[in-house]
């Protein structure tokens, strides 16, 4: 017992609220990976309660108040049943027995110890630095409640899901029971964060807004209730007092943006999406492959329509998911190669649709499109030098046949084949094109030629 109580009371002392976090942990720490055992271990359901208060209020050297010394006390009894749970489903996982609901088991026990540690907090038995336990544990509890509504839907017959759970904007569950409950409960947390009043800012629970806040965007967009997300992000911009973002930890800052440049994206406000992105990419620690390739997975999109930009090559090569699922993608646009744009946005169809970035996508053919017109452009030459002139004089063609255009698009939309496409249907797509594009140099060509007007 006293494995946990000792390191608690020094970090007590200090103020170490991420310390007491790590003490309060389902995971144990790589340098002692048989610390829950042992704390489990340690006691047992009669005796674990009057332990832990004898310990935490009157052993020798004690210094903390009586009200949250009880506190404590109930949050680490709490927590040693979790614990309890936690090794039974490990045992059960290891020797492939594991109980139909003990996932469940494990979500009810954490649950128990989350909305102690919210209760707490609330009413100021515990002191500020305690929001870092209270988001940390809430963390958790996502992560448990995701388990158990998996395993009640294997229960009940369902499909078999996929035991991820990092990638939160794609993912999603046909029963979220859990998932839901916990929602409310983190609802309530970002609400205490958000509306604390304590004038001394070194001491407030507002600290902890952008980790709650991130926290629900991560369960909304598993819930597919995304749009409860506008409500997050109505409430902090309503907030005068609230700190600015700067001021946070950047990876409250990284995540908060990436959600709302994702909801952004979502509202096809590609210049605000593209803005957040960026920022999150900039933020982002360079050593969190997974979160540079998750923001990229969002903002390569941005930037083809908003830009007309791809990434290159040493980028993608950085990310081999990406490099599979952007690649052959960009190739094509590069070479305006239609044909072949079509075929490699019809492979990725199902990740694209899943990841809600397939008719965005889907826009980069006019970038196909455009690129090919340019060939042929650049391919029509130059003018022929009238006399006196010099190869310093020589200018583009500004005449291109009809056919010349309707030869490569035939080649392109058919890929190579020469499929059959009338005229009338190639004047339409480059009068398309114009009139979507009508800004470009490369198409003043075009507009000259059929004197078609943007």
């Known amino acids: 017992m006293e494995a946990i109580i000792e390191p608690?009371?020094?970090?007590?002392?200090?103020?170490?609220?991420?310390?007491?976090?790590?003490?309060?942990?389902?995971?144990?720490?790589?340098?002692?990976?048989?610390?829950?055992?042992?704390?489990?271990?340690?006691?047992?359901?009669?005796?674990?309660?009057?332990?832990?208060?004898?310990?935490?209020?009157?052993?020798?050297?004690?210094?903390?108040?009586?009200?949250?010394?009880?506190?404590?006390?109930?949050?680490?009894?709490?927590?040693?049943?979790?614990?309890g749970e936690i090794l039974k489903v490990e045992e059960g996982s290891n020797q492939g027995r594991l109980g139909d609901r003990q996932w469940v088991a494990v979500y009810d026990t954490w649950k128990a110890l989350t909305d102690s540690i919210?209760?707490?907090?609330?009413?100021?038995?515990?002191?500020?630095?305690a929001v870092v336990c209270m988001y940390h544990a809430a963390s958790n509890l996502r992560k448990f409640a995701i388990k158990a509504d998996e395993q009640l839907a294997n229960t009940k017959g369902s499909v078999t899901f996929n035991s991820g759970f990092q990638d939160d904007v794609v993912d999603s569950l046909a029963k979220t029971e859990k998932l839901e409950e916990a929602a409310r409960l983190f609802n309530r947390m970002f609400a205490l964060c958000l509306g604390d009043r304590n004038p001394d800012l070194r001491e407030s629970?507002?600290?902890?807004?952008?980790?709650?806040?991130?926290?629900?965007?991560?369960?909304?967009?598993?819930?597919?209730?995304?749009?409860?997300?506008?409500?997050?992000?109505?409430?902090?911009?309503?907030?005068?007092?609230l700190p600015p973002l700067t001021l946070f930890p950047k990876a409250h800052q990284a995540t908060y943006k990436y959600y709302t440049g994702i909801l952004a994206f979502l509202q096809e406000n590609y210049t605000m999406a593209e803005t957040l992105l960026t920022e999150a990419w900039r933020i982002c620690n360079i050593k969190a492959a997974k979160n540079q390739e998750l923001i990229l997975t969002y903002l390569i999109p941005c930037r083809l329509v908003a830009k007309h930009e791809v990434p290159n090559q040493q980028l993608l090569a950085r990310f081999p998911g990406l490099q599979e699922r952007f690649g052959p993608l960009v190739a094509c646009i590069k070479q305006g190669n239609l044909a072949g744009f079509d075929s490699a946005l019809t492979a990725g169809e199902e990740e694209f649709v899943k990841r809600r970035i397939y008719l965005t996508l889907e826009r980069g053919r006019d970038i196909a499109l455009r690129n090919l017109l340019r060939r042929v452009f650049l391919a029509g030459g130059y003018e022929e030098l009238k006399e006196g002139q010099t190869e310093a004089d020589m200018v583009r063609k500004s005449r291109i046949s009809l056919a010349e255009f309707g030869a490569a698009l035939r080649m392109g939309v058919g890929g190579g084949s020469g499929q059959n496409l009338e005229d009338d249907e190639v004047e339409c797509m480059i009068a398309n094109m114009i009139y979507k594009a009508s800004h470009s140099p490369t198409l003043a060509a075009l507009m000259r030629c059929y004197h078609l007007q943007p």
């Open 8 to 83: 608690f009371r020094h970090a007590h002392a200090s103020g170490d609220g991420y310390a007491v976090s790590a003490l309060l942990s389902p995971i144990p720490p790589p340098y002692d990976p048989g610390r829950l055992y042992a704390f489990y271990r340690a006691s047992n359901e009669q005796r674990i309660d009057p332990e832990l208060r004898y310990a935490l209020k009157y052993s020798k050297g004690s210094r903390i108040p009586p009200d949250e010394s009880g506190a404590w006390a109930d949050m680490f009894v709490l927590y040693w049943r979790a614990v």
């Open 118 to 129: 919210q209760r707490y907090v609330s009413n100021g038995t515990l002191p500020f630095w």
């Open 205 to 241: 629970r507002k600290w902890g807004t952008y980790y709650m806040a991130n926290l629900q965007f991560k369960t909304y967009f598993k819930l597919k209730t995304i749009n409860l997300c506008k409500n997050v992000v109505r409430s902090i911009e309503a907030q005068p007092d």
